[in-house]
Nanobody
Framework: QVQLVESGGGLVQPGGSLRLSCTAS????????MAWHRQPPGKQRELVAV???????DYGDSVKGRITISRDTAKNMVSLEMNSLKPEDTAVYYC?????????WGQGTQVTVSS
């Protein structure tokens, strides 16, 4: 069974930066796309960013200009570089592998933005 393992979450002050990583147990290019979603407390899960197999990237409206998604195919890793973090970025961040027939979610990593 494919596994996704997220890392890099933690506590950061407003205006700070954080880098999240997601490592897959098989080639990330075997999926249609790799994405990050987040779920703020008491809210629905939402798209943060996605990188498609061909390299095209898309971002959620609330993070455009502050977050960059990238990948390292040799390491089967997808990363999320987050800058200018705000308290409203506080959420559990999930890695998602999007397939043609099914998706795989990671277990999530907590990001808390607070002074």
């Amino acid at each position: 069974q494919v596994q996704l393992v997220e890392s890099g979450g933690g506590l950061v002050q407003p205006g700070g930066s954080l880098r999240l990583s997601c490592t897959a147990s098989r080639s990330i290019l075997s999926w249609n796309g790799m994405a990050w979603h987040r779920q703020p407390p008491g809210k629905q899960r939402e798209l943060v960013a996605v990188i498609w197999r061909g390299g095209v990237v898309d971002y959620g409206d609330s993070v455009k200009g502050r977050i960059t998604i990238s990948r390292d195919t040799a390491k089967n890793m997808v990363s999320l570089e987050m800058n200018s973090l705000k308290p409203e970025d506080t959420a559990v961040y999930y890695c998602l592998a999007r397939g043609s027939e099914s998706d795989v979610w990671g277990q999530g990593t907590q990001v808390t933005v607070s002074s």
